[in-house]
């Protein structure tokens, strides 16, 4: 079974529709991120989570939130969808000792009509 | 943050060699060298990351310059299944394991 699963993999929503991406990790890693991908633009860090009380905005957070819901568990909500956010969206877990070496989920491809 | 510079693209023959360059004029001293690579329709994987000595794992080799400008991203023999986008970053000591991805180097392996 995979370490980091992410639900759903695939979704297609319309513009001003509330939408929870999730994430789970088997590792028992207490880091946890959210990472967005777009075409010719690398990934870029959306938020991050050091431990279920501790959640930190990323690069690019506006338009999003998160929420820890334990140490296992990670969601990243788009309150209201806009088409630009558009993207393929990957969660990750590090542990504190090596918080650079991340464990990345498969993705979930998102679409906003 | 300091920034990497890397190729946009390379290819190589299949049990070939590859060597993959990353340039980083600006590296600090406390920067560590992480290489990550994502497979086509994956999540992005850790492939190695050293600090000033060269270093090896299962996956690949890892060779830092010694003024740590450069650094280069061994794969002794290509396969088929090492495609991908290979990411050079740096990884600073205030960084609490926010990773920066750039563009990345496209490497094609030819059978």
């Known amino acids: 079974d995979a370490d980091v699963t992410q639900t759903p993999r695939n979704r297609i929503t319309k513009t001003g529709k509330r939408i929870m991406l999730e994430c789970s990790q088997t590792k028992g890693h207490d880091r946890m991120y959210w990472y967005r991908q777009d075409p010719g633009l690398g990934l870029r860090l959306i938020y991050y989570s050091f431990d279920v009380k501790d959640i930190n905005k990323g690069e690019i957070s506006d338009g999003y939130s998160v929420s820890r819901q334990a140490q296992a568990k990670f969601s990243l909500s788009l309150e209201s969808a806009i088409p630009n956010q558009t993207a393929l969206y990957f969660c990750?877990?590090?542990?504190?000792?090596?918080?650079?070496?991340?464990?990345f989920g498969p993705g979930t491809r998102l679409l906003v009509l | 943050d300091a920034k990497t510079t890397q190729p946009n693209s390379m290819e190589s023959n299949e049990e070939e060699p590859v060597h993959l360059p990353c340039n980083h004029s600006t590296i600090s001293g406390t920067d560590y060298i992480h290489w990550y690579r994502q497979l086509p329709s994956q999540g992005p994987e850790y492939v190695i990351h050293g600090l000033t000595s060269n270093v090896n794992n299962r996956m690949a080799s890892l060779a830092i310059a010694e003024d740590r400008k450069s650094s280069t991203l061994i794969l002794h023999r290509a396969t088929l299944r090492d495609a991908a986008v290979y990411y050079c970053?740096?990884?600073?000591?205030?960084?609490?394991?926010?990773?920066?991805f750039g563009q990345g180097t496209i490497l094609t392996v030819h059978p």
């Open positions: 990750a877990t590090s542990d504190s000792l090596l918080p650079e070496t991340q464990y």
């Open positions: 970053i740096l990884v600073g000591g205030t960084s609490y394991g926010k990773l920066t």
